[in-house]
Nanobody, 122 residues
């Protein structure tokens, strides 16, 4: 599986962005998918995850209520809608695929996409 993330950019605090992650292959539905982020000088951290069918999602506490993860299995695409953005959300955002939702949360990732930069100005 190859993953291609896009949609990052520069936005003011309080603004919104939607990230996309396009996946290759016919088995997209069989993977749990997730988003991670890495700020300069910090470790990569979990942001959110969604199961293969799209019925269950899980979020890191700091983004709950602001970020929404979704997927369109017909289009082999994962999304991250980010609202009420804060300067501390500034990071390189990565999409990832794993065998299960639990595996995403525990960073047992099978495939990583390249990052897309999100910068939130104050």
């Amino acid at each position: 599986v190859q993953l291609q993330a896009s949609g990052g950019g520069l936005v003011q605090a309080g603004g919104s962005l939607r990230l996309s992650c396009a996946a290759s292959g016919r088995t997209f539905r069989s993977y749990a998918m997730g988003w991670f982020r890495q700020a300069p000088g910090k470790e990569r951290e979990f942001v959110g995850a969604i199961n293969g069918g799209g019925s269950s999602a899980y979020y890191e506490d700091s983004v709950k209520g602001r970020f929404t993860i979704s997927r369109d299995n017909a289009k082999n695409t994962l999304y991250l809608q980010m609202n009420s953005l804060k300067p501390e959300d500034t990071a390189l955002y990565y999409c990832a695929a794993a065998s299960t939702l639990h595996a995403i949360v525990t960073i047992e990732v099978l495939y990583w996409g390249q990052g897309t930069q999100v910068t939130v100005s104050s």
